[in-house]
């Protein structure tokens, strides 16, 4: 029977080497990538069985990542690999579309365990945070797929590169658009999220875990 094959994404390049020492002799690595982008394009030209993630990567964060992949892909296999133990956040990223979700304090026995539990089409939630999960998803009784952010997902991506501190000309060179249509963006953001400076801003990129509060 063929290895599962994964794509790794974390954007500590010692981080990712030591998960792919873990990882290398129960599954296929088929590709590590640092950042959102990158496995946005590695995601296409791939095609893993099982994609494995952090959530905290610029210029495009991990969840932004994953959903713009299931809208592509709506059968991709994902598994969440955070540092993130907050059961709101791993909420969010179920309703993103991921199939899994650990911390990176997690016993790599258990990566590996739920990765096979996610290549075989079930779920897979780290014991660290299941049974409040739980608790939290049926108590919100929400639509799995409803991410409830109040931007747009090209919003959501111009606020990450602000809150990491880019000029908004960069913003429009990241992003290949005018630095007219990333102002405007800018302004839009703003309005939404009822910001008045920059600063505020990225207090709501941290609130809204775009970026590391590091």
């Known amino acids: 029977m063929p290895k ?10 010692p981080v990712a080497e030591g998960l792919a020492s873990i990882l290398k002799d129960s599954f296929e690595l088929a590709g590590i990538v640092h950042d959102g982008r990158a496995l946005l394009q590695a ?3 791939l095609r893993p069985d099982v994609i494995v993630a952090d959530i905290s990567m610029p ?7 994953i959903r713009q992949i ?7 296999r994902i598994v969440v690999l955070t540092m993130h133990n907050d059961t709101d956040f791993a909420a ?12 990176k304090v ?4 258990e990566l590996v365990r739920a990765i096979q539990e996610v290549a075989e089409g079930r779920s897979y939630v780290t014991s660290l945070l299941a049974k409040d ?16 952010s109040p931007l747009t997902p090209r919003q959501r991506e111009v606020l990450q590169l602000i809150a ?10 990241v992003l290949h658009i005018s630095l007219r249509t990333a102002e405007s963006h800018k302004y839009g953001i703003m309005q939404a999220l009822g910001a008045t400076t920059t600063a505020e801003l990225i207090q709501c990129a941290m609130r809204m875990k775009l970026v590391s509060e590091e």
């Open 4 to 13: 599962t094959r994964l794509l790794l994404a974390e954007d500590h390049p």
């Open 43 to 45: 995601a296409e030209q």
């Open 59 to 65: 210029p495009l964060n991990g969840l932004d990542s």
């Open 70 to 76: 299931r809208a592509l892909h709506p059968h991709a």
């Open 92 to 103: 969010e990223a179920f309703r993103a579309g991921v199939s899994g979700y650990l911390l």
């Open 106 to 109: 997690s016993p790599g026995e």
């Open 133 to 148: 999960l739980i608790a939290l998803l049926i108590e919100a009784g929400a639509d799995p797929r409803d991410g409830g």
């Open 164 to 173: 990491e501190g880019r000029t908004m000309k960069e913003v429009a060179e």
